[in-house]
């Protein structure tokens, strides 16, 4: 099976650091070095860096490239100056979620890129390339030529200048990004620290890792790149968000421009289930005991399932057993009191926010 | 290398079994708790409970997952090692001295069906 699965630029610097390897996203990917707890500790207090050379990075430009990416996504690309970028989704028609993606304005007009999760790659570009009838677009997947490390935590903005050379990281601001010859570097993450997100062809990331492997900065896995954006409300697509669940359900609307955009793909949907009143929503939920709530676990009152936990861990950073469920309307408003079905018992837990760790974006 | 210890009784899943009269001491082998990394929770059943052989009993979570512990034989609980409840990592520091519960048996016959340490390292190599 493993032979069907793609190996990232920096597959063989994980290995010969004797990472535990496993199939992610239809990628070969290391989900840890040491253990998740030392590695998310590392990015929470000082600074790590994660392969994610996975992430899928497609280019759209044109005379029609703004009207095109309003069009497919949710966000608002209108008020955008180059070097800007935009957290949203592209939707389906009835309003479910073909994938949650980074739009980056380019510097050159009516160009962007859009950074869409691994395992979504290919769909996503047959999605834009069908879409795009009627527009006079250039869609290029360039996933194949770009590697990308994300170096996060409170130290990064030190090791992006004096260990990398990055001299303008430190002035960038929070979801903006610019380029040099041969790199973008983003002040973006998905940790809930402060950090870039730097892409570059293969060998300039492979130079790049091993400079900042010499410098000390930890090499962290999947594993704790899950347990760090868990903990900051971030979602994962195929969890928080999938093609069954819309960005409203999600606790995204915020992303979904239904009021300042008129047209996108999905709106209508969005502004009928809106009308309507959801149905359900996501919401975090706190356990008392230590007891570790998992993704697939009912969430019941009164012995009745009202919900299911899509995302869940004992969170390092607190201690505490806490997780995000879909849970039935009813049952949303903080404070409500639920149980979560572990194995053959139910533990009590209160409806709280989705995010469990106060974030320390560079504002 | 995983470790075993001579004179014990193991399962397929990776749970011991030390024989104190008509008593199944019952933990997780080195083999399990070093395939599961750092442990942070341990689901102890409840005394007095009453277990089939191979029977759910209760589960070790790492960070990551959840793995379930499986009873090798039949009979009732009679004691579990709360100390877990509080210090999980002791399954990691030292599997053998760190059971998790003591089963009265049904049927110490149930025994015969599970491997030595020898049949029990070999089944390991292959996984």
Request: aromatic fraction near 10%; charged fraction near 25%.
């Amino acid at each position: 099976m493993e032979d069907n699965l793609l190996k990232t630029c920096l597959y063989d610097k994980h290995v010969a650091l004797g990472a535990l390897m496993s199939p992610f996203g239809g990628f070969i990917m290391p989900i840890q070095y040491t253990n998740i707890t030392d590695e998310h500790n590392a990015v929470r207090n000082a600074a790590g860096m994660f392969d994610v050379s996975h992430m899928g990075e497609i280019f759209v430009s044109g005379p029609d490239a703004d009207k095109f990416v309003g069009h497919v996504f949710t966000n608002d690309i209108v008020p955008m100056k180059p070097g800007d970028i935009l957290y949203g989704m592209m939707l389906y028609p009835n309003g479910t979620t073909v994938d949650d993606l980074l739009v980056y304005k380019e510097f050159e007009p009516q160009s962007y890129l859009l950074v869409v999760n691994a395992s979504n790659i290919g769909k996503d570009y047959e999605w834009l390339c069908a879409q795009a009838e009627g527009y006079d677009v250039k869609i290029d997947n360039q996933s194949d030529i770009w590697g990308q490390i994300a170096l996060q935590g409170p130290e990064a903005e030190k090791y992006a200048v004096e260990t990398l050379g990055l001299a303008d990281a430190a002035g960038l601001g929070f979801y903006t990004y610019y380029r040099t010859a041969d790199m973008i570097v983003s002040r973006t993450g998905y940790t809930g620290e402060d950090g870039f997100e730097i892409y570059a062809p293969h060998a300039v990331i492979n130079q790049m890792w091993d400079t900042l492997l010499a410098a000390g900065v930890v090499p962290c896995g999947l594993g704790c790149r899950d347990t760090l954006r868990f903990e900051a409300g971030l979602p994962l697509y195929g969890h928080e968000l999938s093609d069954e669940i819309t960005p409203l359900e999600a606790g995204l609307g915020m992303f979904a421009k239904i009021k300042a955009k008129d047209e996108f793909i999905g709106r209508d949907a969005l502004v009928a289930q809106k009308e309507a009143g959801l149905t359900r929503k996501s919401v975090g939920i706190e356990l008392q005991d230590k007891a570790i709530p998992r993704a697939g676990y009912p969430v019941e009152v009164d012995g009745v399932q009202v919900g299911i936990v899509t995302t869940g861990y004992r969170s390092i950073s607190t201690d505490r057993s806490v997780c995000v469920a879909m849970v039935d309307k009813a049952y949303t408003e903080l404070g409500t009191q639920v149980e979560i079905r572990i194995r053959k018992k139910v533990f009590p837990g209160i409806v709280t926010k989705r995010r469990f760790y106060e974030t320390n974006y560079k504002k | 290398m995983a470790k075993t210890v001579e004179g014990l009784y193991y399962s397929e899943s990776h749970e011991w079994v030390k024989v104190e009269g008509d008593v199944a001491i019952i933990g997780i082998t080195d083999f399990a708790q070093h395939a599961m990394g750092d442990l942070s929770y341990v689901d102890m059943p409840e005394v007095d409970d009453e277990l089939e052989a191979g029977e759910e009993f209760g589960a070790v979570e790492s960070v990551k997952a959840a793995s379930d512990l499986f009873c090798p034989v039949s009979g009732t609980v009679v004691e579990i090692n709360e100390a877990l409840e509080d210090a999980p990592e002791l399954l990691n520091e030292d599997a053998f001295a760190n059971w998790i519960m003591k089963v009265k048996m049904n049927d110490p016959s149930e025994l015969e069906g599970l491997m030595d340490a020898a049949a029990y390292e070999a089944m390991c190599a292959n996984e």
